[in-house]
């Protein structure tokens, strides 16, 4: 007994039972002043939330430009001259696009706008005459009675506080001074990461003692890797799906097609969220025009979803995030919780960051309790590389 008892404490670090009982005092005391001083945490906050959005966004174009970039490198093109190369197209598309679609999109956005509250009505009357006809009439009217009530309720509180919503101004103003913010500096930051990447990399790599670089050029490979198929996957999948949508709601002849595909393919970015809240404003355009639109709504847009899923995604995507989708709807869920919108686009990256240090930490307890336990039965993979990963 005595023998476990010091193994278990070399196991911890220390030599004396009075080790043990220091470093549970010092968490205790630790936890103790993060709190008192958690006022110090704010500007830190703020510094975060001015720098987040510009580097988001660059991390986005850097995953998705890189690979044109390297490519062209192993062409024997020089960075500076393929990377600049792909934001002349990037510009030239964007500009493209908002002289060809900001037209068509911008009216079929305020005429859906303008429309939407008679289209809401004849959508409630349309299902409610459905309905009459089912044994549910009794309970679809009383969840027509309640949502009326929060409705009524809803516009009587945005009417008694309109001054503080005009007050609210400045946050949007911040708001869009962000984007702008975001928009400028973003593809700056991107075109010094991709023009050096090993630069930056090495930096980093030398404020490393050297007895943690291989472990941590380890990590920065898995996360690399991780970080990049998600970014680089989803802009590229949710880019396609707009793509394809397009078409099909124009041939079919849905109204607003242009900007229910645009819809879709920008939410798409959310996984599993961003198509069922992209499914419903289409299905509202299509139950006003006929029952039949609604037949081919619901047939194409599931039958894209099933392509997009099963020959879009992995060959996209593949499967190197490992998270089943259950796992992926409890993510969202709780990040959406805890950081909002933001939450929800960046939670699944988030969340490979966090699995990915949990599974590093755990594999150092394994080794380590190999070290001083292995004569009891000893753990297996206690290997951290990208292929174990």
């Given at each position: 007994?005595e023998?476990?008892?010091h193994?278990?404490?070399?196991f911890?670090g220390?030599?004396?039972?009075?080790?043990v009982?220091?470093?549970?005092c010092?968490?205790?005391?630790t936890?103790?002043?993060?709190?008192e001083?958690?006022f110090l945490?704010?500007?830190l906050?703020?510094?975060?939330g001015a720098?987040?959005?510009?580097a988001?966004?660059?991390?986005?174009?850097?995953?998705?430009?890189?690979?044109f970039?390297?490519?062209?490198?192993?062409?024997?093109?020089?960075?500076?001259?393929?990377?600049?190369?792909?934001?002349?197209?990037?510009?030239?598309?964007l500009v493209?696009?908002?002289?060809?679609?900001?037209?068509?999109?911008?009216?079929?956005?305020?005429?859906l706008?303008d429309?939407?509250?008679s289209?809401a009505?004849?959508f409630?009357?349309?299902l409610?005459?459905?309905?009459?006809?089912t044994?549910?009439?009794?309970e679809f009217?009383q969840?027509t009675?309640?949502l009326d009530?929060?409705?009524?309720s809803l516009?009587d509180f945005?009417s008694?506080?309109?001054?503080?919503?005009?007050?609210g101004?400045?946050?949007?103003v911040s708001?869009l001074s962000?984007?702008?913010?975001t928009?400028?500096?973003?593809?700056?930051?991107?075109f010094?990461l991709?023009?050096s990447?090993?630069?930056?990399?090495?930096?980093?790599l030398?404020?490393?003692p050297?007895?943690f670089?291989r472990?941590?050029?380890e990590i920065?490979?898995?996360?690399?890797q991780?970080?990049?198929a998600?970014?680089?996957?989803q802009v590229?999948?949710s880019?396609?799906?707009?793509?394809?949508?397009?078409?099909i709601?124009?041939?079919?002849?849905?109204r607003?097609?242009?900007l229910?595909?645009?819809?879709a393919?920008?939410?798409n970015?959310m996984?599993?969220?961003?198509?069922f809240?992209?499914?419903?404003?289409g299905?509202?355009?299509?139950f006003?025009d006929?029952g039949?639109?609604?037949?081919k709504?619901?047939?194409?847009?599931?039958?894209?979803?099933?392509l997009h899923?099963d020959?879009?995604i992995?060959?996209?995507?593949?499967n190197?995030?490992?998270?089943?989708p259950?796992?992926?709807?409890v993510?969202l869920?709780v990040?959406g919780d805890?950081?909002?919108?933001v939450?929800i686009?960046l939670?699944?990256?988030?969340y490979?960051l966090i699995?990915?240090?949990a599974?590093y930490?755990?594999?150092?307890f394994?080794q380590?309790?190999?070290?001083?336990f292995?004569s009891?039965?000893?753990?297996e993979?206690?290997?951290?590389?990208?292929?174990d990963?």
């Amino acid at each position: 007994m005595e023998k476990k008892n010091h193994r278990l404490i070399a196991f911890l670090g220390g030599k004396t039972s009075y080790y043990v009982l220091g470093l549970i005092c010092l968490f205790a005391i630790t936890v103790l002043l993060l709190r008192e001083v958690s006022f110090l945490y704010q500007p830190l906050m703020v510094l975060i939330g001015a720098i987040l959005p510009p580097a988001i966004f660059a991390l986005v174009l850097y995953y998705t430009l890189c690979p044109f970039v390297d490519f062209a490198e192993s062409k024997k093109i020089p960075r500076t001259v393929s990377l600049i190369f792909a934001y002349l197209v990037l510009a030239a598309l964007l500009v493209f696009g908002g002289f060809q679609l900001f037209p068509l999109i911008s009216q079929q956005a305020v005429e859906l706008f303008d429309q939407l509250p008679s289209l809401a009505q004849d959508f409630q009357k349309g299902l409610e005459s459905f309905v009459a006809n089912t044994p549910f009439a009794d309970e679809f009217a009383q969840i027509t009675n309640s949502l009326d009530s929060v409705t009524d309720s809803l516009v009587d509180f945005i009417s008694d506080n309109w001054q503080d919503g005009a007050r609210g101004l400045g946050t949007l103003v911040s708001t869009l001074s962000t984007v702008g913010i975001t928009l400028v500096t973003g593809p700056i930051i991107a075109f010094f990461l991709i023009k050096s990447p090993h630069k930056f990399y090495q930096t980093f790599l030398s404020i490393i003692p050297p007895r943690f670089r291989r472990d941590t050029e380890e990590i920065i490979t898995i996360a690399n890797q991780q970080i990049g198929a998600f970014l680089k996957g989803q802009v590229i999948a949710s880019l396609l799906l707009g793509l394809i949508y397009w078409p099909i709601f124009v041939l079919i002849g849905l109204r607003y097609a242009t900007l229910i595909a645009l819809v879709a393919g920008l939410l798409n970015i959310m996984p599993y969220i961003g198509a069922f809240i992209a499914f419903l404003p289409g299905l509202f355009v299509a139950f006003q025009d006929s029952g039949f639109m609604v037949l081919k709504f619901v047939i194409v847009w599931f039958a894209v979803q099933l392509l997009h899923g099963d020959l879009v995604i992995p060959r996209v995507l593949g499967n190197r995030l490992k998270i089943h989708p259950i796992t992926i709807i409890v993510v969202l869920m709780v990040m959406g919780d805890l950081l909002g919108f933001v939450g929800i686009v960046l939670g699944i990256p988030i969340y490979s960051l966090i699995k990915l240090f949990a599974v590093y930490t755990f594999r150092k307890f394994k080794q380590r309790y190999n070290r001083y336990f292995g004569s009891e039965g000893t753990y297996e993979h206690t290997d951290f590389s990208e292929d174990d990963y």
